[in-house]
């Protein structure tokens, strides 16, 4: 994983906290139920950066696109028993190969978008999404096999 605190980037030696182009609020909902409020901080799109704010820590995540710093995200807050309550966080929510490339990881399918509509809804992966609605990467790698009727190791997606 590629993430570092805040107060990694102190240092006089590091290189400058990136501008931050977009805020999004969200949740996160723990298996009691809890919800509480982080703040999703994305770098502009030529970068995939993204920091997760939340009470008085901040988290950094970088990768190939904006789909992989949003799993770096949810296995970071899934590992303190909580899920990010967002779009790319549904099990019926995953992009093509085309789709990731062309929207920088931004944007995914809706597979259950109305029945007999061409093609499918996409949506933004960094969009509110209700806590009964997500999942974890596990439950949402299987939605996606079992929907397109394959079988693969697990975590190998």
Not at 77 to 105: D, I, K, M, W, Y
Request: aromatic share 8%.
């Amino acid at each position: 994983m590629n993430s570092r605190s805040e107060q990694d980037t102190a240092d006089d030696n590091s290189a400058p906290w990136p501008k931050w182009t977009e805020e999004i609020p969200l949740r996160t909902v723990d298996a009691a139920g809890i919800v509480r409020h982080v703040t999703m901080c994305l770098s502009d799109a030529s970068t995939a950066l993204i920091a997760l704010l939340d009470a008085n820590s901040s988290v950094e995540f970088s990768g190939v696109d904006y789909l992989d710093c949003l799993t770096q995200a949810r296995r970071h807050l899934e590992r303190e028993g909580r899920l990010l309550c967002c779009q790319g966080a549904r099990p019926n929510v995953h992009p093509s190969g085309q789709l990731r490339q062309f929207t920088n990881g931004r944007h995914a399918y809706d597979r259950h978008s109305e029945p007999g509509s061409e093609g499918f809804e996409t949506v933004d992966i960094f969009a509110p999404a209700s806590p009964a609605d997500v999942v974890n990467l596990d439950d949402q790698r299987a939605a996606v096999m079992s929907f397109f009727n394959a079988r693969y190791p697990k975590g190998q997606i």
